[in-house]
């Protein structure tokens, strides 16, 4: 019925080598993956972050020129533009911690890779024994 082959020690170490060497080859390939997925979510709100900023800028200054050109009928000029400077960078400031917050978003760390290669080590651990 059953046939039982007899394999060599060094036929076993070579199978075993080579499994190991796959599952490896595995391991880089899913990491691969899970940082290149990160990456473009990454670039995805890098490119949204730009854009907003380079728009945001040119309509702010415009803007800002006008509260400037406002407060010049009130105060002096060099006052009007010190307030205005005083605004704006608050305002910059709250912009930049959206940004800031968006990027924390992100993981370069392969967590189903690390869970994976934890498993298989366990693995080989258990078929060493």
Known sequence: MFQVVERSIGSLVNDIVGNVQEIIRSEVRLAKAEVTEELTKARRAMIWLVAGAVLATM???????????????????????????????????????????QIKRVSLRPPRTITSVQENLQWAKAQAK
Not at 61 to 80: C, K
């Open 59 to 101: 309509a702010f200054g415009f803007l800002l020129l006008t509260v400037v050109y406002v407060l010049a009928h009130f105060f002096q000029p060099w006052v009007a533009a010190l307030i205005v400077a005083l605004g704006s960078g608050a305002i910059g400031g709250a912009l930049a911690a959206v940004g800031a917050s």
